[in-house]
């Protein structure tokens, strides 16, 4: 005769719990949620980004310079604070909350090597960057143009950054279908590797990384490009600024394509979630994991009820 009242208490208890847990949980079932993650950490840098440590490390302010074609202009983006370089920025000021970091969109549509050193000069006398990220590659690759000539551009830009006393990060092309219609594209990857490796300068492998997107992770081209299906969408840009955030010092809780909890990954497709979202998320777990004593101890209470109105 009891059992079934407690029975019938305990899933009362379980039903109170998961209402209230259901509430600031709400998510977008019409939209599929895919990772923003790099288990391969192909992305991560593997020379010292020296300068921006110290500067960090003192809490003095932190200028980045963001130099590159349309995919870092921001081709494909919904709107100017969607693009990579806002991301980014966005991300670091997360990351250091104490210190000034600004990140400046130098990307200029359809340049290739030679357009931007033409212009760097000025432009790093005007931003006086602590850092450069320099994406390069893809519009020589998508003219066919000769690779040689590239490659000799690269390592001299390289040389004029360092002069500076930067810190530098080459970004490879993207992987994305015109670009892998061009049979240099691969060779395009392993010049600027071999200009990175050995110049000793940072590179972010952003052809590998979204082939771990498309191949490995199984992330539809749709996903992450924008409908020319050359240029990143919000989606492309957001990850790739966490992913390069993580590597200018490491991953926090709230990000801004996703919420990391331990090792494991809460997607979150577009719009992304606000950072108090990441700390609904993380009270909801532990009220979950407070469930089977909140049952334990109301059973009896239901229990009681149950008896007295029979």
Avoid at 16 to 31: F, H, I, K, Q
Avoid at 260 to 274: K, T
Avoid at 284 to 310: E, H, K, N, Q, Y
Wanted: net charge positive.
């Amino acid at each position: 005769m009891s059992r079934p009242p407690r029975l019938l208490a305990r899933f009362a208890v379980a039903g109170l719990v998961a209402t209230g847990l259901y509430v600031p949980l709400s998510a977008r079932a019409d939209e599929p949620a895919y990772a923003c993650s790099d288990n391969a950490h192909l992305g991560r840098l593997s020379a010292p980004l020296a300068r921006m440590r110290r500067l960090v490390a003192s809490g003095r302010p932190v200028t980045i310079m963001a130099l590159g074609s349309s995919s870092t202009a921001g081709a494909g983006a919904s709107t100017p604070t969607a693009t990579y370089p806002v991301r980014l920025e966005v991300e670091l000021r997360s990351r250091f909350p104490g210190v000034a970091i600004t990140v400046l969109n130098r990307g200029v549509n359809g340049e290739e090597a030679a357009d931007m050193l033409a212009r760097f000069n000025q432009a790093a006398a005007d931003d006086k960057p602590d850092v450069v990220l320099w994406q390069v590659g893809t519009n020589a690759v998508l003219r066919d143009s000769p690779i040689g000539p590239v490659d000799r551009l690269i390592i001299e830009g390289l040389a004029r950054m360092k002069a500076l006393g930067t810190d530098v990060v080459l970004i490879d092309p993207q992987f994305a279908p015109k670009v892998l219609a061009k049979p240099d594209a691969a060779s395009m990857v392993s010049v600027i590797a071999a200009a990175s490796t050995s110049r000793g300068v940072d590179l972010f492998q952003r052809f590998a990384v979204m082939r771990e997107w498309h191949d490995a992770a199984a992330i539809p081209f749709e996903a992450f490009l924008s409908p020319d299906l050359l240029h990143m969408n919000d989606w492309g840009y957001a990850c790739f600024a966490k992913l390069a955030r993580s590597r200018h010092g490491g991953s926090g809780d709230a990000t801004g394509c996703g919420c990391r909890h331990g090792n494991a990954e809460i997607a979150q497709p577009p719009p992304y979630p606000p950072p108090h979202a990441c700390r609904e998320l993380h009270v909801a777990r532990r009220l979950f994991s407070l469930a089977p004593l909140a049952i334990r101890a109301f059973t009896p209470v239901f229990d009681g009820l149950w008896r007295g109105s029979g």
